[in-house]
Structure formats: C-alpha cells, structure tokens
C-alpha cells in the first residue's frame, strides 16, 4: 500500500492573519473614556503602564495564567487593572471596563483582517493545493503563541474554525453549513505549555493535524501518513 502525503499549512495568527485595528493602548484609552473615567488618560500613558502590568503578570503567572490555574480571562483582568490603577489611583475602575476590553480583545471590535479578502485567498490557496496528484490532503492550522481567545477572533473575522486545539476532542469535520473548516485546528503555547521556537508546539500541531486527517498523531509507529510542512504568510498583489 503506497503511503499517503499530506500537506500541513500552517499560519501565526498575530500580525499575518489578524491586526489590530488601531494600537492596542489607543484601545484601552478610548475604552476607558466609553466606561466614564477621566478624559485625561492618554495612549502613550496607558502604553507605559501596560508594559509593566504585562511584565508583571508573566512573571508571576506564566503562559497567560495557565501555569497557576487562573486561566487566560483573570490573567488579563488583572493586566486591565494594573494598567489603570497608576493613573487612576484616586477612583475604582469603573466594573464595565474589564468586560469590555476582554471582549474587544476576543472579537472582531478589537482587531481586522490583515487582508480584506484573506478568507477568499484561503480558500483558494486549499483548492489549488489539494488539486495537486502528490497530495492526498491539505490541513490548514495556526501555530502561534497566544492564549485561547485566537479561535474566537478568527471566527468573528469571518473563517470558518474548526473546533479541534491541543488537548481538545477532535470533533465536526465540516464547518456551518456543511462546509469545511478555514482553519482545521488552533495550536496556542497557551495549550501546549511551550512557545514558539520550542519544537514541541511544532510537534504538537502535527499530531492535531495527524487527528484531522485520522492518523490518530500523524507519527504513530506503523501509520502510513506521511507529511509536508509549510509555516505560511497570506498575501495578495500589488
């Protein structure tokens, strides 16, 4: 029996498929204003002070929370806080504001494609690829280092995402509607425990994509799966 080829197309998420749409302390201070705190704060304040809540927060929990059970939402509430307590040391923050950055942060409000038409290139670039007699399938994935608001984000920009991440339950192969999924699976440092360049993420993503194609792993002793790798950037002319 020959042994079956497939492709692995592999994307980071943070600046090649999504953006934010305006600088992200620009974001927290116009957020700040919406929740009623002072018209004075600025970007270039908040850009400070975030830093260091961001700095302080990795160091005393690791990988975004995850690393001490607190998970990625608590993990950045507490970032919120230490950002805006130095400059609004004298008042509570208003209890809207922490809600309302995590969800802007986890959704189409806070971000944008990095290309209108990424999803059409998507598609197209599966179509061409999976026409080719070499290969047998074309998984598309993201490897990034991120916490677990990525699938989310994506799916508000428009792609369909497949449910299936590290540690997960390999579930629906097909996308709303019957259609197939944009992004096969999500593979976050968040999940794996290791970022990027550490190979095990890498290792991991390959056993997600070894669960899409149902190789159970991709690498098992015995599988006739075979793979061809390519970490990708989407782009379009001009």
């Known amino acids: ?55 302080s ?20 509430t507490n970032v919120i806080r230490e950002t805006f307590h130095p400059l609004t040391s004298t008042r509570p923050l208003p209890p809207s504001l922490a809600p309302a950055l995590l969800h802007r942060f986890s959704s189409a409000e806070g971000y944008a494609l990095t290309d209108p038409a990424l999803p059409a290139l998507l598609r197209a670039a599966r179509s061409a690829l999976a026409a080719s007699p070499a290969v047998d399938k074309v998984v598309v994935g993201v490897i990034t280092n991120s916490d677990d608001r990525v699938p989310s984000i994506l799916s508000s920009l428009g792609l369909r995402t497949g449910p299936l991440r590290a540690g997960g339950a390999m579930d629906d192969a097909r996308g709303g509607g019957g259609l197939p999924w944009d992004v096969d699976f999500h593979c976050m440092s968040y999940d794996v425990g290791h970022a990027k360049p550490d190979r095990r993420i890498f290792e991991a993503a390959v056993g997600l994509a070894g669960e899409v194609v149902g190789e159970g792993g991709g690498r098992r002793r015995g599988s006739r799966c075979t793979w061809g790798m390519s970490l990708g950037r989407m782009w379009s002319g001009g």
Not at 1 to 30: N, V, W
Not at 58 to 76: D, F, I, T, V
């Open 57 to 76: 927060q990795s160091k005393l929990h690791p990988n975004y929370g995850r690393a001490s059970g607190m998970g990625a939402e608590k993990w950045w």
């Open 1 to 55: 029996m020959s042994r079956r080829r497939h492709l692995l197309l592999c994307f980071d998420a943070f600046g090649t498929l999504f953006a934010p749409k305006l600088p992200i302390a620009e974001q927290y201070a116009l957020a700040a204003r919406d929740s009623g705190l002072v018209d004075t704060i600025t970007a270039a304040q908040v850009q400070q002070t975030f830093k260091a809540a961001f700095i």
